[in-house]
């Protein structure tokens, strides 16, 4: 048998490996070449940018489409979903939210929902569907949240989220350690 006999098989789509997951009032599936241009309307807006660690502001050139090519490739280390309403007669995209795959059957919940969209539910049905959906199989879920955002603390409390404790994260917009809180939900 030569070389030319041998047939390669052919390596999965990672996107495709990512389940898409049902919520009520939206889908969450994979990001998309597409997104990138919500995600980047929302991800400029400072006020979103200042509730998480990495969003830079101002945004540059081709960091939405590099955080798109990170969240698609087979060795990610988090799955990431956008808030799909399209199905509904909404948005395409209504904020993300990402699953961390974490050491010891534990995985870390991280989200935004973009400005008008804040205030509705969407954050909090988000979060439940991926816990209810675990495509990681995990038995523990952690997140933190800055403390100068109640709004993301109630998205968990929410969710059965249990507050475990204070810490700090460096938050790149606001070049600092920001004071965040901690929380954790045992499944089973």
Known sequence: MNLDQLKMPERPDPVALQAEIPAERFVLRPLRRSDAGLIRLYTSDERVARMT????????????????????AADRVEDVWALDASGQGGSEVLGVISLERLEGNQSEIGYWIAPPYWNTGHASEAVQAVIDANPNRSATFFASVFQDNPASARVLT???FEYIGDAEAYCVVRKAKVPTWTYLRRLG
Not at 53 to 72: K, V
């Open 53 to 72: 660690t990495s969003i830079p502001h101002p945004l540059p050139p081709g960091a939405t489409e590099a955080y798109i090519a990170r969240a698609t």
């Open 158 to 160: 929410n969710c059965g």
